[in-house]
Nanobody, 113 residues
Framework: QVQLVESGGGLVQPGGSLRLSCAASGIIFRIYTMGWYRQAPGLQRELVATISSRGTTNYADSVKGRFTISRDNAKNTVYLQMNSLKPEDTAVYYC???????WGQGTQVTVSS
């Protein structure tokens, strides 16, 4: 059974940093493109970043230069390093196995002073 478990969310001040992790199980992790998404209250879920099996990355314009997606295939884990956080980054962050209906449960990120 496929399982994705996010962690690392929390409350941070504007300008701060957080590192999210998503541990996958039940899949051959290394062959899949992985994605991070976020959903703020009252808004649709939106793509934040993706990383292919070969390590090719893609970012939403709103996070380019501030967020970095990476993966460790030995640990079946995808990461999202978030720097220079802004209040508008506040959302529940989810990881996903791209091209599938497999999502994690989400982790809350709140950026506030």
């Amino acid at each position: 059974q496929v399982q994705l478990v996010e962690s690392g969310g929390g409350l941070v001040q504007p300008g701060g940093s957080l590192r999210l992790s998503c541990a996958a199980s039940g899949i051959i992790f290394r062959i899949y493109t992985m994605g991070w998404y976020r959903q703020a209250p009252g808004l649709q879920r939106e793509l934040v970043a993706t990383i292919s099996s070969r390590g090719t990355t893609n970012y939403a314009d709103s996070v380019k230069g501030r967020f970095t997606i990476s993966r460790d295939n030995a640990k079946n884990t995808v990461y999202l390093q978030m720097n220079s956080l802004k209040p508008e980054d506040t959302a529940v962050y989810y990881c996903r196995i791209e091209g599938t209906a497999s999502w994690g449960q989400g982790t809350q990120v709140t950026v506030s002073s």
